[in-house]
């Protein structure tokens, strides 16, 4: 997968300039990241907790343009340099359920 340079631009300008545990989602087409949303749910020590009601909303709108969800990125607090299990499975499975059902 690759992103495109202005994306990752914005990923690594948005993060210092937030609270520790902010996320966005990532979108794009034929393999390469074209589309980034910085997320408005909550951070806190250990813990992202996405805004999926106006995630799933972004992408709904990105799927009938042709945009893909790639997934969400997030940032950790400083010392925070693996990724959390319950991060990773919990809100990607969330947010999965939801476009496949319409699940909340």
């Not at 997968?1 to 545990?21: A, W």
């Not at 990532?26 to 408005?40: E, F, H």
């Not at 020590?45 to 990125?73: H, Q």
């Amino acid at each position: 997968m690759k992103i495109k340079s202005e994306i990752f631009n914005s990923i690594i300008l948005d993060f210092p300039n937030t609270t520790i545990e902010t996320g966005g989602i990532l979108g794009g087409t034929s393999g390469v990241i074209i589309k980034y949303i910085l997320d408005s749910g909550k951070g806190e020590y250990g813990k992202y907790t996405p805004n999926t009601k106006i995630i799933n909303e972004i992408i709904f709108d990105w799927a009938e343009k042709g945009i893909e969800f790639y997934g969400i990125c997030h940032s950790h607090y400083p010392t925070g340099e693996k990724l959390s299990g319950g991060g990773v499975s919990f809100y990607i499975e969330k947010i999965w359920e939801y476009i496949k059902y319409g699940v909340n």
